[in-house]
């Protein structure tokens, strides 16, 4: 009896275990400070909770139809109409916030590419973007402007060295053409989703292929309890796992 018990609590346990996990995926910008507060508040109050049953996914906006005029390395140059005369020459390729951003954002993708594990690559990104602790959504993290930068490069390296990455790794990929290579493959899902984004605000959510939109105007709000409580919800309702985490029971 007790043994029947107890491997019926085994297989409760493992069905739970075995449950897909929900992808969470998120669309960004280094230097778009709504985007750093939410990878701040996923790492803060949704990993904690939720971290067990979602699988978080991070594509860097780089939409040749986005209205961002953003970084798709196909594109050689800002996507404007009409298209400015720019020479064949992908490091002409600027993002919304400069072409310091399409480094900044090489540098992040690079990072995940390597440390594919998204505790591990968000933690990175968190470090690098500074402590966000008490800030609004559009005055952003404190560093998030810096990150691919000179002058931040040894806070970036210290980071890495927090997470065990190999730096020389990183700085190949991100330096070389690996790291256009990844944009590009951002840039394809990019212009793979549906909805109409880029002036209408980043970040961009999906739950389990849903777009999650809190606010009217764009996602900008997720140092809300609001807009976490919405993320936690759709979370919950998309998993599968039972029981559910007690996060989802509030
Ligand atoms: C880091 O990576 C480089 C190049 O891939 C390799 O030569 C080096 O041994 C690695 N360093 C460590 C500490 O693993
Ligand atoms: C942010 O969320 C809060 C709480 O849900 C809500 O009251 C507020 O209107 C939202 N702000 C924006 C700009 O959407
Ligand atoms: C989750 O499901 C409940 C019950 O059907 C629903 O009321 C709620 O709006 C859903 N949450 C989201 C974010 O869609």
Known sequence: MRLAQASLLICAASAAAAAPLVPVDVIVESFCPCSATWEYMFATEIAPKLGAIVELRRWFDASAQGSQHCCDPSTKGRKTTPLPIIPKNSSLVTCFHTKEECVANRLQRCVQEYYPAWRDWLAWSVCVNGDCAGRS???????????????????????????????????????????????????????????????????VVHVGGSRVSVSKFWDCNSSSKGYQA????????AT???????????
Not at 230 to 237: D, H, V, Y
Not at 240 to 250: L, N
């Open 240 to 250: 599968t796992a039972a029981p559910k985490p007690a996060a989802c029971a509030q």
């Open 137 to 203: 959504d559009a005055a952003g993290c404190p560093d998030q402007n810096k990150v691919g930068s000179k002058k931040h490069a040894a806070a970036e390296e210290a980071c890495a060295a927090k997470q065990g990455f190999n730096w020389t790794t990183v700085e190949a990929c991100w330096n070389g053409d690996e790291g256009v290579a990844l944009m590009q493959a951002d840039a394809d899902h990019d212009n793979s989703v549906d909805e109409v984004y880029g002036m209408q605000g980043l970040p």
């Open 230 to 237: 919405q993320l936690i919800s759709a979370i919950c309702n």
